[in-house]
T-cell receptor, first 111, second 112 residues
């Protein structure tokens, strides 16, 4: 069995400041991990994925995430937030054909 | 053109009515999925299909059924809709490696 916990349901940052969205996972296997973004009234778009290669994963729009097995974490970061980053973000764990979504973190970016 | 399309995009219906949500894809993927999204719960898997003859229940299949009419089409039915099925429904596809899923734009369903 596997599960995902997104530690913050809502994160608010000012434009130009760093973004940190936290994700912890639990899996009995060696999982793949993903971050998806959902803009209002849109479907989900893949930001980045970890599939047992490099532990630091770079994604689109300046986002990156680091897989830390010892901490069972896969936190999403961005050095400088942009207004267009305001959206909901989902951390996802996948192993053995079982994919589980976190509850989501809503990111608000203030001018 | 969108790779994964869903129809309708919005639907309001009454308790007890039968509803069908449709999904089509042009990505050529064998695997298709139906999820529902509820606030604070993320996405939960309803049904998935690895090919036309392979359909499997997901985490929350009660009250739902599906039909895989072709590789490109996967429909979700609510035989007798109830208010707690009010949610945003997403269709997704993936290739056989299932390394990434591609999502449709969603269908917002309201059951009164």
């Amino acid at each position: 069995a596997q599960s995902v916990t997104q530690l913050d349901s809502h994160v608010s940052v000012s434009e130009g400041t760093p973004v940190l969205l936290r994700c912890n996972y639990s899996s009995s296997y060696s999982p793949s991990l993903f971050w998806y973004v959902q803009h209002p009234n849109k479907g989900l778009q893949l930001l980045l994925k970890y599939t047992s290669a490099a532990t630091l994963v770079k994604g689109i729009n300046g986002f990156e995430a680091e897989f830390k097995k010892s901490e069972t974490s896969f936190h999403l970061t961005k050095p400088s937030a942009h207004m267009s980053d305001a959206a909901e973000y989902f951390c996802v764990v996948s192993a053995s054909l079982d994919m589980r979504f976190g509850a989501g973190t809503r990111l608000t970016v203030k001018p | 053109d969108a790779d994964v399309t869903q129809t309708p995009r919005n639907r309001i219906t009454k308790t007890g009515k039968r509803i069908m949500l449709e999904c089509s894809q042009t990505k050529g993927h064998d695997r298709m999925y139906w999820y529902r999204q509820d606030p604070g719960l993320g996405l939960r898997l309803i049904y998935y299909s690895f090919d036309v003859k392979d359909i499997n229940k997901g985490e929350i299949s009660d009250g739902y059924s599906v039909s895989r009419q072709a590789q490109a089409k996967f429909s979700l039915s609510l035989e007798s809709a109830i208010p707690n099925q009010t949610a945003l429904y997403f269709c997704a596809t993936s290739d056989f490696l299932a390394s990434e899923q591609f999502f449709g734009p969603g269908t917002r369903l309201t059951v009164l």
